[in-house]
């Protein structure tokens, strides 16, 4: 079965099923020939369509329910698309699942943390002697009262905060608005101890797709600092050679051309070919990484969190130590209650208080030190793009001698000469037409 690529997939629909390579390959920010092939497989598998204008330049054209046609082709799409959506809600379940088993730990420790402290108090009555001085009520022991509100099952639903929100609102106690994407604290659980994933895990995808829409918004034509806002490991002492642009005329199938004074610009004809006219993309000044929050969750959920994450620690330190005691050994031994069932799964709990104190702490000095390279990665970008906005005279004519080259050749449907979209008659009286056109302007 053929691999299509989601970000060709994604650029077709983007620019309105009509598209071009440069198209395409600009908009994703991938390879040429990558981009070529993509678009081929995708039009063969997908029902697509090829125009040819009386240039030579092709044109792919889709139908708007292409991705229907190859889930119908091919089962494994439709299987793909359908395990991504089971996928989503087992990571749902493995984020709440964290916040399950820390609320359950508490529970489980102070059930035996009162065990024990109560089979200790009527020892102590035990011994006392002659019982005359016996408390009344069978003891000093005050068994703490708990009260379980109804808030605690609404936890467990995805959208908690919400929904208990709203429960009050209608009760007319508070009116205070929601956010529709605040997540509960069971996935707040989740979130202090982990974080929230990395919000630059596409900045290669970011930073191609970047530069393919400057090439663009420059009709194909550049000079090198044009797309140093956008790149990384630029070495200062060798910047004025340029080197850092090969990787772009790489991708891109570039050319340099040389000016009357000896200076360098970049042409990108594969990118001067479009399906339809277009304005100017919108992009940043420079490629700028998200810094890496620490969490997502809100304030009170962080304190709810750090509070129970504490508890849950000093409960099983606690518990430790009483399980070293003469009354512990003893409760133990007897193999019965809560006592005996928190014993024999203590590693574990003991273990998950632990970390749930030391992998946040650990993960905080991992984040700053890597939000300061970020950081730092963002100023040099950034001074770049500085730099190129106070353009000095000699790279102004730079830039002026490169728009010589600039271009936007738009492929309208009065510039086709052939279509596979025609029946085969027509699609042979055109071939023919358009081969002696061909032979004309060789001659």
């Known amino acids: 079965m053929t691999t299509f690529?989601?970000?060709?997939?994604?650029?077709?629909?983007?620019?309105?099923?009509?598209?071009?390579?440069g198209d395409v390959a600009s908009h994703a920010g991938l390879e040429l020939n990558l981009t070529t092939q993509g678009l081929l497989a995708l039009a063969s598998d997908a029902g697509g369509h090829l125009q040819v204008s009386e240039d030579g330049e092709v044109v792919y054209l889709f139908p708007k329910d292409y991705r229907a046609i190859l889930r119908n082709k091919y089962w494994r799409i439709a299987f793909a698309e359908k395990w991504a959506k089971i996928s989503k809600f087992l990571f749902y379940l493995v984020r709440i699942s964290f916040g399950i088993v820390l609320i359950i730990s508490i529970i489980l420790m102070v059930l035996a943390i009162i065990a024990i402290m109560i089979a200790a108090n009527s020892s102590r009555d035990d011994n006392d002697s002659g019982g005359s001085r016996r408390r009344s009520g069978g003891g000093s022991f005050f068994m703490p009262h708990f009260w379980i509100s109804p808030d605690i099952?609404?936890?467990?639903?995805?959208?908690?905060?919400?929904?208990?929100r709203q429960r009050i609102n209608n009760q007319g106690q508070t009116k205070e608005k929601t956010k529709e994407n605040e997540m509960n604290f069971l996935e707040a659980v989740f979130s202090f101890l982990f974080g929230d994933g990395d919000?630059?895990?596409?900045?290669e995808d970011r930073r191609w797709q970047q530069i393919g829409a400057v090439i663009r918004n420059n009709q194909?034509?550049?000079?090198?600092?044009?797309?140093?806002?956008?790149?990384?490991?630029?070495?200062?002492q060798t910047k004025d050679e340029e080197d850092y642009i090969l990787p772009v005329l790489t991708k891109f199938n570039g050319y340099p051309e040389v000016s009357p004074e000896g200076d360098l610009i970049y042409y990108f004809p594969e990118l001067q070919v479009t399906a339809k006219k277009q304005g100017k993309q919108a992009v940043s000044a420079y490629l700028r990484e998200e810094i890496i929050k620490f969490t997502q969750a809100s304030g009170g959920q962080k304190a709810l969190v750090i509070g129970l994450g504490v508890l849950n620690f000093v409960l099983a330190i606690t518990l430790l130590v009483l399980f070293q005691g003469e009354i512990g050994r003893q409760l133990i031994a007897q193999n019965t209650g809560i006592v005996p069932f928190v014993y024999s799964m203590f590693g574990f709990l003991f273990t998950y208080a632990?970390?749930?104190?030391?992998?946040?702490?650990i993960r905080f000095f991992w984040l700053k030190m890597k939000n300061n390279k970020i950081q730092k990665r963002n100023e040099k970008r950034q001074e770049f793009a500085i730099e190129l906005n106070k353009a000095t005279p000699m790279l102004k004519a730079k830039i002026n001698f490169a728009q010589k080259f600039a271009q936007e050749k738009v492929i309208n449907q009065e510039n086709i000469a052939y279509s596979t979209e025609q029946d085969l008659l027509d699609?042979?009286?055109?071939a023919k037409e358009f081969q002696q056109r061909l032979d004309a302007l060789d001659n």
């Open 199 to 203: 919000p630059n895990e596409n900045l």
């Open 5 to 21: 690529n989601p970000l060709i997939m994604k650029s077709v629909e983007t620019l309105n099923y009509r598209v071009t390579v």
């Open 354 to 361: 632990t970390s749930f104190v030391t992998i946040p702490l």
């Open 220 to 236: 194909g034509a550049i000079i090198a600092p044009q797309v140093t806002p956008y790149l990384d490991n630029i070495n200062p």
């Open 427 to 430: 699609q042979d009286l055109l």
């Open 153 to 164: 099952f609404w936890i467990f639903t995805p959208d908690y905060q919400t929904k208990r």
